[in-house]
């Protein structure tokens, strides 16, 4: 008999595979089907031994699933198969479209779980020892997209650049010029920034300066995306990237 149809959204985590939740597998192993996206650690797939495995996310040169596609995919696995887990990077609500799928969903009567994950915006900065929040030096921060539904820079990012807080930006990589001279023009060119890209893999690379000098580092390092750009003083808190701003902290002085 065909299992009853329904939908789990699971964040898979940033992309360490340990990353996901102890509730993610438990879905992952119930799960009939698995639609999963390009960020996705292929190891989690073992856990959903006997699911039919669908990609759904864009491969270099190949075509992308649109939106409207994955629903449809979804609604008709759960009709065919039963239990759709859909698995999502990081968490599915962050800049993930899940409330979409899970919004298309419910109007079929599909019964729909959301198991959350640990978004990249906290876990890749974690990773590599950046607080986004600490005493005397940062009191809140803020997760933007780089890059808005029309393809504009944020206005987010052109208002937090008057704060004191944090930024994060995700999807931000090819509006990093555009990026780096709002920050400039609210006189933050001295303000320490690293970008990480596939942040938690065992493809992670790292590029830290400052606001001024980062375009330079994202050329010479060749960073692309997947990556997070992280702007703030909590940087240089970081016990693993502290040492490259004493340097440059030596480098000025013996220049003066
Ligand atoms: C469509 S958003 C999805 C974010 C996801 N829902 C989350 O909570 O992490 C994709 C963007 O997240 C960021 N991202 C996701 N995983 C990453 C990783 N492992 N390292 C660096 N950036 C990552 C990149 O900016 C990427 O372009």
Same mark, same amino acid.
């Given at each position: ?92 609500? @962050?800049?993930?479209?899940? $409330? ?6 419910? /109007?079929? &009567? =599909? *019964?729909? +779980? @959301?198991?959350?994950?640990? $978004? ?6 974690? /990773?590599? &020892? =950046? *607080?986004? +929040? ?123």
């Amino acid at each position: 008999m065909k299992n009853e149809a329904r939908l789990t959204l699971v964040g898979a985590g940033p992309g360490d595979p340990d990353l996901i939740t102890i509730k993610g597998i438990k879905a992952l192993a119930e799960a009939d089907v698995v639609l999963y996206d390009a960020l996705i650690s292929k190891e989690l797939l073992k856990y959903a031994p006997n699911a039919l495995k669908i990609f759904v996310g864009k491969r270099k040169g190949n075509h992308r699933y649109s939106q409207d596609e994955i629903n449809a995919l979804i609604i008709e696995n759960a009709f065919n198969y039963g239990h759709v887990v859909r698995l999502k990077g990081g968490d599915p609500f @962050i800049f993930g479209r899940g $409330s979409e799928e899970i919004n298309y969903v419910d /109007n079929f &009567g =599909i *019964p729909c +779980t @959301i198991v959350p994950g640990i $978004s990249s915006s906290l876990a890749v900065p974690a /990773n590599v &020892g =950046i *607080p986004l +929040t600490k005493r005397k030096v940062s009191e809140s921060f803020w997760v933007i997209t780089g890059c808005t539904s029309n393809r504009k820079l944020s206005n987010d990012i052109k208002i937090a650049s008057q704060t004191s807080a944090t930024l994060v930006i995700l999807m931000g990589m090819h509006k990093i010029k555009e990026i780096t001279s709002v920050l400039q023009k609210n006189n933050k060119g001295d303000t320490p920034i690293a970008i990480i890209q596939n942040g938690t893999t065992q493809n992670e690379r790292i590029g830290v300066g400052t606001v001024n000098n980062i375009l330079e580092i994202v050329s010479s390092k060749k960073l692309s995306s997947p990556a997070i750009i992280i702007i703030g003083e909590v940087v240089k808190e970081s016990i693993k990237l502290r040492s490259f701003y004493e340097n440059i902290y030596l480098n000025n002085i013996s220049a003066a």
